[in-house]
């Protein structure tokens, strides 16, 4: 079928699916692009500090080498090594195709491309656009998938839900269902190739940094259809969030990397204004514990430190569960060019000046490292081959997932400023190889029964029939909202295995609830309560997927925190000292005495966990539960050894 | 225990072109509490204050923190997002309309495509020549790309056309959002390759002089763009290119 | 010559529409008010500028040409303009916006006072065929008689301020619309400059009528030279 025009169908109009439609079209291929709302208005133009891309334009010594293993660190190993170092090694290549493509990044004074630093790395490498790089990039794409609409070659199909796969007899993808949101239309859309780039599971959480639409249910849909789903128990907890009823907003790394201090009173009970309390009574404590990296160490570290000063050490700024986020400074000009969006933010939703006043933050969760298991294709150099139709495909043919749906680039904790960069990356990356996929198979969507699209689509019309005709006495928004608070109460920053089986029975008890649920609205026009109640029982499933995966990983890897698994690492411990170790076990002569007291030791442990737990989760819906098996993980390329920032 | 309830007024529509209808609801107060989480308490016990059950008001939201332009509505008359609309500063009873100046969808919900097709009536984009690697983009001042920056926080939310005079549902003005589109890309190096073909496609019915300044769209821009430094700079612009049609052509 | 679109048109006429606002018809307030302030200084230069304009060859011609025609066409652009908006001022309370919704009304009022200041100066001026030197003392009889009453008073009062105020708030439009004034602070400073100049008009113009008020010239001195 290499002659007829190529046909996908992309779900979602973020940063992944509109890389994706734009290098389709330019290849000549058509694009239908489905989007919940308006595009322009997707989850991505929420990311604010920037985006990673080792230019080494400060002259500080930085390569995409570099960037490969800070990031492999960063997430504590478990992301298959050839698929982030290719991704790494495009990262200037995208930073100077968005720059091509008009986005303001800031500039030095030659009038190049200006660079930050952010979390988990030691050089300036985050190209960024004012504080709203996110939505900066989201635009730049934007505007090439319209040029591309004005064109002919792209489709639009905004105010559209993506129901479900539409699956031949031989389980392969041949097209999609489609909610039309307005008219209450269910229908099928034919296409060889079908792509999730439906973003994270934030609205799992309730209360979260994520967006509204950001409930995962394109994503858990496709896992209830059969496809994997991987590393759900990670979850990102960014430390610096805004306290909110309805949600908390992000506070960008940004404000950190321009130079942004996190500190709380040393006395707990030390009510003064923060601008009184002289600077020696000021605990400074990721400073104290991290002098190399300073506020800038990894998410996941600066979250678990945040909550270990509230709740360990009830050091809250007021006893409230907030500490400081100090940029009082900095001179107002700076931070007006630098951070106005964010700190504009911070004003409008708590009335304080941050510029005059330290801000009160708090972790929120933030990203899912997890996803829809996807594949990739190897090259024989350590990186990606372009063209491998394997790359992104889920483990159902035809069905792909890209951005913040997928797993693969983020490991165990993500970054800062790489989740722009894996959005990009992936959505040029795949195109080559969606379009390989489209030629080698033999069959195309239009050769397939009309029987086939007609059951999925009469499938899913029930569905919503039933709901609709749902009359119980649950509300399901606040069922939502419960839902939410068992998972903030029991899987967040730090987890235990008796929390996380009470948040396993209590999550059964939500999905008995939920078939008492009413729906609230049974018209037929421009009617939100069906979908909602149909994403919420993703929702259901989805917090299983991170609730059994948490539980049954006994260990601490990241995001991932159980301290009665921790590994304990010795004070004065050097992660080289892991490498030789190694080496020396290679050949065969490990002698306690080359190694500080309880490092052998401490290694040993290390090694042992990594056989054990250096695998990725793989969840598979079997009887209504998730199925929890493991899979190695490429580590071809860097010795996973401990992480450190101190 | 009788909760705190603030009183909030809602116009509501059920279909476009059906007549609209006001429902009270109240909703308690709680801290930080804002249009949108007042909104989501009336989603979870959608009561009027008559003790009727109704179905629940729809509204258009995503990102509740300014930056994706959805939950744009008429807070107390004047238009805003829902998401940065706190309710301890706002007069009560707080009363909620959907914008007027575009068609309604259902309650607070309208249709706002009109601005979308606007970006394509004045190719608001940058004509690359692919997406392949092909070096480094072109060098720019800093204060250029700082000007641009901010005119390209523009989150097509509508509020400047809403307060707009010359706006209505039924002519084809442009207005400032699409205005301040042609000058952002006629400013970029590479953008400006096809300034001549945007601004012809805004020198006529609906073009750049039906602007009445009003300048009401910079009262209201929540991103506080310069709109009316950017019609005028749009106006300069189309003047030249006037002249240059009548005089050089 | 490719036959201009339909756009082309709009574009042009609307740009016309402002220009003609300031050439001709804005530089025709000026001098008429100042010409007629003149009346404040002695009655002498008041009567040999008259004089002299009247004795413009082919005078019809030249206000056909210049004013009257310029201002048919700004009038009718006007009312167009006008028609086409929706103000808002009562819901969006700021300054330019009041401005707007004024600069739209005052036109109106100027329109209407224009017709009522033509019809009893002009018009009978040429029914009754007094040209040249006939002129001056025609009209300032005239003139004497609308100033005697307060209702005269009041509707040349509104109609000057009127009209200093549409010229000088379109004089800021103008300079807009054609992009000569940009930025928020060339914008803000244009204002005060054209406020001033409006100001300054009303003055000279209500004291042209303060003038006539007190100091009623007998129609008979002025035929005398």
């Known amino acids: 079928m290499t002659n007829r025009k190529k046909k996908v169908v992309i779900v979602g109009g973020g940063l992944a699916g509109l890389a994706l439609a734009m290098k389709f079209c330019e290849r000549n291929g058509e694009a239908t692009v489905v989007s919940y709302q308006s595009l322009k208005r997707s989850h991505s133009v929420c990311a604010q500090g920037g985006i990673n891309a080792a230019i080494d334009a400060k002259n500080e010594g930085d390569t995409p080498e570099k960037h490969f293993y800070d990031t492999i660190k960063g997430g504590d190993f478990l992301a298959h090594q050839p698929l982030v170092r290719d991704m790494c090694h495009q990262a200037p290549t995208i930073i100077n195709?968005?720059?091509?493509?008009?986005?303001?990044?800031?500039?030095?004074?030659?009038?190049?491309?200006?660079?930050?630093?952010?979390?988990?790395?030691?050089?300036?490498?985050?190209?960024?656009?004012?504080?709203?790089?996110?939505?900066?990039?989201?635009?730049?794409?934007?505007?090439?998938?319209?040029?591309?609409?004005?064109?002919?070659?792209?489709?639009?199909?905004?105010?559209?839900?993506?129901?479900?796969?539409?699956?031949?007899?031989?389980?392969?993808?041949?097209?999609?269902?489609?909610?039309?949101?307005?008219?209450?239309?269910?229908?099928?859309?034919?296409?060889?190739?079908?792509?999730?780039?439906?973003?994270?599971?934030?609205?799992?959480?309730?209360?979260?940094?994520?967006?509204?639409?950001?409930t995962g249910a394109a994503a858990t849909t496709a896992y209830m259809q059969g496809a994997k789903f991987a590393n759900g128990e990670f979850i990102q907890i960014h430390p610096t969030a805004i306290p909110g009823q309805d949600k908390l907003r992000l506070m960008s790394e940004s404000a950190r990397g321009e130079g942004g201090r996190v500190w709380v009173p040393r006395d707990g009970n030390d009510n003064r204004n923060p601008r009184e309390i002289p600077e020696n009574e000021r605990y400074y404590f990721l400073e104290e514990k991290y002098p190399l990296f300073k506020n800038l160490v990894p998410r996941d570290v600066a979250s678990r430190e945040i909550y270990d000063i509230v709740y360990n050490q009830n050091l809250g700024v007021s006893g409230d569960p907030m500490v400081y986020l100090d940029l009082t400074h900095k001179s107002r000009e700076f931070l007006d060019n630098r951070l106005g969006g964010i700190l504009d933010i911070y004003t409008k939703f708590t009335g304080a000046d941050p510029r005059e006043t330290p801000m009160k933050i708090f972790p929120a969760v933030h990203y899912s490292m997890g996803g829809l298991w996807t594949d990739y294709g190897p090259d024989s150099n350590g990186m990606i081959d372009h063209?491998?139709?394997?790359?992104?495909?889920?483990?159902?043919?035809?069905?792909?997932?890209?951005?913040?749906?997928?797993?693969?680039?983020?490991?165990?904790?993500?970054?800062?400023?790489?989740?722009?960069?894996?959005?990009?990356?992936?959505?040029?990356?795949?195109?080559?190889?969606?379009?390989?996929?489209?030629?080698?198979?033999?069959k195309s969507a239009d050769d397939i029964s009309s029987t086939v699209f007609d059951d999925a689509r009469s499938h899913w019309k029930s569905r919503f029939n039933d709901i609709k005709n749902m009359n119980g006495s649950e509300n399901p928004h606040k069922l939502h909202h419960e839902l939410g608070d068992i998972m903030l109460a029991n899987v967040l920053i730090v987890r235990d295995n008796k929390s996380l089986e009470k948040a396993s029975h209590e999550i059964e008890e939500i999905e008995t609830r939920f078939k008492n649920v009413k729906c609230l609205d049974t018209t037929d026009w421009v009617n939100p309560s069906p979908s909602f109640i149909n994403q919420l029982y993703c929702m259901i499933h989805l917090s299983k997927i991170i609730t059994k995966g948490a539980l049954m990983r006994d260990e601490f890897r990241g995001s991932h925190y159980k301290p009665d698994f921790d590994l304990s690492q010795p004070k004065d411990f050097d992660p080289h000292e892991y490498i030789e170790y190694l080496e020396q076990k290679q050949y065969g002569d490990v002698t306690e005495g080359k190694f500080p007291p309880g490092h052998l030791d401490y290694m040993k442990r290390f090694e042992e966990n990594n056989e054990k737990w250096l695998k990725t989760t793989v969840a598979q819906y079997k009887n209504n539960q998730p199925q929890i098996t493991y899979e190695e993980v490429n580590t071809s390329l860097v010795t996973p050894r401990p992480r450190k920032y101190d | 225990m009788t909760e705190?309830?603030?009183?909030?007024?809602?116009?509501?529509?059920?279909?476009?072109?059906?007549?609209?209808?006001?429902?009270?609801?109240?909703?308690?107060?709680?801290?930080?509490?804002?249009?949108?989480?007042?909104?989501?308490?009336?989603?979870?016990?959608?009561?009027?204050?008559?003790?009727?059950?109704?179905?629940?008001?729809?509204?258009?939201?995503?990102?509740?923190?300014?930056?994706?332009?959805?939950?744009?509505?008429?807070?107390?008359?004047?238009?805003?997002?829902?998401?940065?609309?706190?309710?301890?500063?706002?007069?009560?009873?707080?009363?909620?309309?959907?914008?007027?100046?575009?068609?309604?969808?259902?309650?607070?919900?309208?249709?706002?495509?009109?601005?979308?097709?606007?970006?394509?009536?004045?190719?608001?984009?940058?004509?690359?020549?692919?997406?392949?690697?092909?070096?480094?983009?072109?060098?720019?001042p800093d204060q250029d790309r700082a000007k641009r920056y901010v005119m390209s926080e523009c989150m097509t939310c509508g509020c400047c056309l809403e307060a707009c005079p010359q706006f209505t549902q039924d002519n084809s003005f442009l207005g400032a959002a699409t205005f301040n589109q042609v000058r952002l890309f006629n400013l970029h190096p590479s953008g400006e390759m096809k300034k001549e073909d945007r601004l012809d496609a805004i020198m006529g019915e609906g073009g750049i002089t039906d602007c009445g300044n009003a300048q009401v769209c910079v009262e209201v821009c929540p991103k506080n763009i310069p709109l009316t430094e950017s019609i005028a700079d749009i106006s300069r612009q189309t003047t030249w290119q006037m002249i240059k049609n009548l005089l050089i052509k | 010559m490719v036959k201009p679109s339909k756009d082309e048109i709009h574009y042009l006429l609307l740009k016309l529409h402002s220009l003609t606002g300031i050439v001709p018809i804005g530089a025709f307030l000026v001098i008429h008010i100042c010409v007629n302030s003149l009346r404040t200084v002695g009655v002498w230069p008041y009567q040999l500028s008259i004089d002299a304009i009247n004795s413009i060859p082919f005078l019809l011609v030249v206000e056909i040409t210049f004013i009257y025609i310029p201002l048919l066409f700004h009038s009718v652009m006007g009312f167009y303009v006008a028609s086409i908006a929706k103000t808002n001022t009562h819901r969006y309370r700021y300054p330019r916006n009041a401005l707007y919704t004024l600069q739209r009304l005052s036109g109106a009022v100027v329109f209407v006072f224009l017709v009522y200041h033509l019809g009893t100066t002009v018009g009978p001026k040429l029914w009754e065929g007094k040209h040249h030197f006939e002129a001056a003392p025609f009209l300032i009889d005239i003139m004497n008689g609308e100033f005697k009453t307060w209702q005269g008073i009041l509707i040349y009062a509104i109609g000057i301020v009127s009209a200093t105020f549409h010229f000088s708030n379109g004089l800021w439009g103008f300079c807009v619309s054609w992009g000569i004034l940009i930025g928020k602070s060339a914008q803000r400073n244009g204002a005060i400059v054209f406020a001033m100049i409006g100001l300054a008009l009303t003055v000279l113009g209500l004291a042209t009528v303060a003038e006539f008020n007190m100091n009623p010239l007998p129609a008979e001195a002025t035929v005398v030279r």
């Not at chain 2, 209808?21 to 909703?27: A, I, L, P």
């Not at chain 2, 930056?67 to 998401?83: D, E, F, K, P, Y």
Request: with cysteine; charged share 25%; proline share 4%.
């Open chain 2, 4 to 140: 705190k309830t603030t009183t909030i007024k809602i116009k509501r529509q059920d279909k476009p072109g059906s007549p609209s209808y006001w429902q009270t609801f109240e909703v308690p107060d709680k801290p930080f509490a804002n249009i949108i989480s007042c909104l989501m308490d009336i989603q979870k016990t959608p009561t009027t204050e008559d003790g009727k059950t109704v179905n629940p008001v729809t509204w258009d939201c995503n990102c509740l923190e300014e930056v994706c332009g959805s939950c744009t509505m008429l807070i107390n008359g004047q238009v805003r997002q829902a998401c940065t609309a706190l309710v301890d500063n706002l007069k009560k009873p707080i009363v909620l309309e959907p914008m007027s100046k575009f068609p309604v969808l259902r309650d607070l919900q309208v249709d706002r495509e009109r601005m979308f097709d606007n970006l394509k009536k004045v190719k608001a984009w940058i004509e690359i020549d692919g997406s392949h690697d092909i070096g480094a983009g072109p060098i720019m």
């Open chain 1, 387 to 442: 063209a491998s139709p394997k790359n992104q495909m889920t483990s159902i043919r035809g069905l792909y997932a890209a951005g913040e749906a997928d797993y693969q680039y983020h490991g165990a904790n993500r970054l800062g400023a790489n989740s722009l960069l894996s959005c990009i990356y992936t959505g040029l990356m795949m195109a080559r190889g969606v379009m390989n996929y489209m030629d080698s198979l033999e």
């Open chain 1, 97 to 214: 195709l968005m720059d091509r493509m008009g986005v303001a990044f800031n500039r030095t004074g030659e009038g190049h491309l200006d660079f930050r630093r952010f979390g988990g790395t030691l050089f300036n490498r985050t190209a960024f656009a004012g504080a709203t790089t996110g939505q900066q990039l989201v635009y730049a794409l934007d505007e090439q998938v319209r040029r591309h609409v004005h064109d002919g070659s792209a489709k639009t199909l905004e105010w559209h839900e993506y129901l479900g796969a539409v699956l031949d007899a031989e389980g392969i993808c041949r097209g999609a269902v489609i909610h039309d949101l307005r008219t209450d239309e269910i229908y099928t859309l034919k296409a060889d190739a079908v792509v999730l780039a439906t973003g994270g599971p934030g609205q799992v959480y309730g209360r979260s940094t994520n967006s509204v639409v950001n």
